[in-house]
């Protein structure tokens, strides 16, 4: 990892020392972290199957329902950038370096999504902020009746062939009259 400062400016700004805030970076996963176990377990218990960070697809979504054609990425509000949202504050130190950082982040995700819509893909952003307590049911509710709608909406009558040995006459044929 590299420090875009000088101890002096880090002893100024950062409580941490270089080592600290090096495992304390570390230890944020990208995976199975708590916002996202709550959108699996809540899908698992209402009957959607699906599979984790699927390779095939641009980006590696979290969750991936084939049978709706839809993947669901779990953004962590300062990870991505969540404007309006109180969990997107820029820290003091380094502020150049994150505005970078989260700005990459951005653009990634909105190519990631042109990359699935042209592949037909539906996708879905939850954030985290949209899963806090108070808001969390009507959230999960709310992405549930969303996919019900896609998986409606996709659906495709089924084509029926008829062959020509299947029509049947009702009337008879006509007799030409004769003046």
């Known amino acids: 990892m590299t420090y875009f400062c000088t101890d002096v400016f880090l002893t100024k700004m950062d409580k941490l020392t270089p080592e600290q805030r090096h495992r304390c970076m570390a230890a944020i996963k990208g995976k199975n972290t708590k916002p996202e176990l709550l959108v699996r377990k809540f899908l698992f218990r209402h009957g959607f199957r699906y599979r984790l960070n699927s390779p095939r697809l641009p980006g590696h979504p979290d969750i991936v329902l084939k049978k709706y054609r839809t993947v669901i990425f779990v953004n962590g509000c300062f990870w991505h950038g969540h404007e309006g949202c109180k969990h997107y504050v820029l820290p003091k130190s380094n502020t150049e370096y994150w505005k970078t950082k989260i700005e990459r982040n951005r653009t990634r995700d909105v190519e990631v999504q042109t990359k699935l819509a042209s592949m037909g893909w539906h996708f879905i952003n939850i954030w985290e902020c949209q899963l806090k307590p108070k808001v969390r049911q009507e959230t999960l509710e709310s992405l549930v009746n969303t996919l019900k709608y896609i ?14 040995k299947s029509y049947f006459i009702a009337a008879e044929e006509m007799e030409e009259y004769g003046e």
């Open 151 to 164: 998986h409606f909406t996709e659906q495709k009558p089924k084509q029926y062939e008829l062959s020509e």
